[in-house]
Structures are given as structure tokens and as C-alpha cells.
């Protein structure tokens, strides 16, 4: 949903972002990651909101990222994408 907000396909972008991200604050689950939220899809909505709430949620992934530069050393298609999404969050935090 949070990509379809940030193209402008719902009324109240920002508003429903903002109470989104609240909700994706409280699934934290301590060790840079959320419960009940798909962690690479996650990062790549957040990678695409343009709000500090968003900002904050990359930054509490940024052990996680980090970590997964140095452990990933399979090249494959996937791995490359995830490699490339890691970076760009790293890149804004």
C-alpha cells in the first residue's frame, strides 16, 4: 500500500504514510527487522517515502544492511537486487 501511496494513487498520502509508518515502528522487533513485515519489500517502500518517519525505519535497519553486505556472497539475480537496495538505504541513512 505505502508504494501506491507514494505514486498518488490514494487520497491522504502523507497522513495514512505517517499512521503507517507508526504502525511499522511498533512491529519493531528489536534486532533491525519487523514483525509481520516482508523486511526487503519494507526497505524498498521506505527507500521510495520522502518523510523523516521513513528515514528513521532505514536507520534502525542499518546493522542489518551492513551485515548483509559482508554475508552475501552468492551473485546471483536476487542477491544482486538486495545488494543494490541495502546500498541506496545505507546511502540515505
Same mark, same amino acid.
Given at each position: 500500500?505505502? $508504494?501506491?501511496l507514494? #505514486?498518488g !494513487?490514494?487520497?491522504?498520502q502523507? #497522513?495514512?504514510?505517517?499512521? !503507517?509508518l %507508526?504502525?511499522l515502528?511498533?512491529? +519493531?522487533?528489536g534486532?533491525g527487522r519487523w514483525?509481520s513485515f516482508?523486511?526487503?519489500?519494507?526497505? /524498498?517502500? /521506505?527507500s521510495e517515502i520522502?518523510?523523516?518517519? #521513513? /528515514?528513521?525505519?532505514? %536507520?534502525?535497519?542499518?546493522?542489518?544492511?551492513?551485515?548483509?553486505?559482508?554475508?552475501s556472497?552468492?551473485?546471483?539475480?536476487?542477491? +544482486? $537486487?538486495?545488494?543494490?537496495?541495502v546500498k541506496r538505504? /545505507?546511502?540515505k541513512?
Amino acid at each position: 500500500m505505502w $508504494r501506491h501511496l507514494t #505514486a498518488g !494513487g490514494l487520497d491522504n498520502q502523507e #497522513a495514512r504514510l505517517i499512521e !503507517g509508518l %507508526k504502525a511499522l515502528k511498533q512491529r +519493531r522487533d528489536g534486532s533491525g527487522r519487523w514483525r509481520s513485515f516482508p523486511f526487503y519489500y519494507t526497505l /524498498l517502500s /521506505l527507500s521510495e517515502i520522502d518523510i523523516p518517519q #521513513a /528515514l528513521n525505519e532505514m %536507520k534502525y535497519t542499518a546493522n542489518v544492511c551492513e551485515r548483509y553486505l559482508k554475508h552475501s556472497l552468492t551473485d546471483d539475480i536476487i542477491n +544482486r $537486487r538486495r545488494r543494490t537496495l541495502v546500498k541506496r538505504v /545505507l546511502e540515505k541513512c
